[in-house]
């Protein structure tokens, strides 16, 4: 089952014959992923890695069946991309562009709310479901085939994370990259929901960072609602206040922001927190193995 995306996802790819989504496309067709052909305007009606290339995302929904969308477009048109997908009825978009305006994605994710569109990103390193379907950019081996659920706001430690539960003798189900915007399409909380319920995930690893609220808004829904074991980290522990550090939604603004603060609101809602990520995989495998 898996949440979000499996090997029956039929994908789309949103700025497909540039640099970035060339690439990135003949990566997910090797890993496996039905990639169903691409948009780029003023190339519809051409062929490009063997896909169908389409001028809009409406075209491409008619001809293919497409129900997920993959966004490799410059931050000055994703927003714009981000809606045409959802108007033209895509239920998943994976939007993996940076530096996205704020005031685009207010607009975006405003137009999102009367939709059946879910957006994961934008500056997110997407979802993968181990040994099924790729819809990003991280690096497919590191993925083993198991039971454990990922969510996380950092892309490297998603990876991380995954190799972690690997080397610990397990595997990754879902591993999604929300990303580190002030605004993005799905939070913390909505993803470990979605773990939660998944017959397919035993235990969920969680990771987040300094900056806005998520993690403690995913910390208080798990208290009322914790049904399996789950693993914090919290990056940027030494990160100095009001200073932005990589993510653009990164910046300690008030008293909860800190990894201090987060960590321990994380440990009173029952999650079993880790200081280094290093500590992710043991401390998983000795949560299963109870």
């Known amino acids: 089952m898996s949440i979000l995306i499996n090997k029956n996802s039929k994908v789309l790819v949103q700025g497909f014959t540039g640099s970035e989504g060339t690439f990135h496309a003949s990566q997910m067709i090797e890993y496996g992923t039905n990639v169903v052909g691409g948009v780029t305007p003023g190339k519809g009606g051409t062929l490009h890695l063997e896909r169908p290339v389409f001028n809009t995302v409406e075209d491409a929904v ?33 939007c993996i562009t940076e530096g996205i305006p704020v005031q685009d994605m207010v607009k975006a994710k405003h137009y999102l709310a009367g939709t059946k569109t879910r957006l994961i990103g934008p500056n997110c390193p997407g979802v993968i479901t181990a040994d099924a379907c790729k819809v990003g950019i ?23 994370a995954a190799d972690q539960v690997a080397k610990a003798g397990l595997g990754v189900s879902t591993a999604v990259g929300i990303g580190g915007d002030p605004i993005i399409g799905t939070t913390t909380r909505e993803v ?19 900056g806005g609220g998520m993690e403690a808004e995913a910390a208080r829904w798990y208290k009322e609602n914790a049904k399996k074991p789950l693993v914090g980290f919290i990056a940027g522990q030494t990160a100095p206040p009001g ?6 939604g990164a910046i300690i603004g008030g008293a909860e922001d800190t990894a201090a603060a987060k960590m321990k609101i994380m440990s009173e809602c029952g999650i079993n927190v880790v200081d280094s990520p290093a500590d992710i995989g043991k401390t998983m495998a000795a949560l299963i193995k109870k």
Request: glycine share 10%; proline share 5%.
């Open 243 to 248: 200073r932005r550090m990589g993510h653009a």
């Open 192 to 210: 470990l929901e979605l773990f939660m319920n998944d017959p397919e995930t035993d235990a969920v690893v969680m990771i987040g960072e300094i």
């Open 138 to 160: 991280m690096p497919g081996f590191v993925f083993k085939k198991g039971r454990i659920g990922i969510v996380s706001k950092s892309g490297t430690l998603t990876y991380e």
């Open 62 to 94: 008619k001809q293919t069946g497409a129900n997920v969308s993959i966004i490799f477009v410059p931050p000055a048109f994703a927003a714009d991309a981000i809606m045409e997908a959802a108007n033209a009825g895509i239920e998943l978009v994976v």
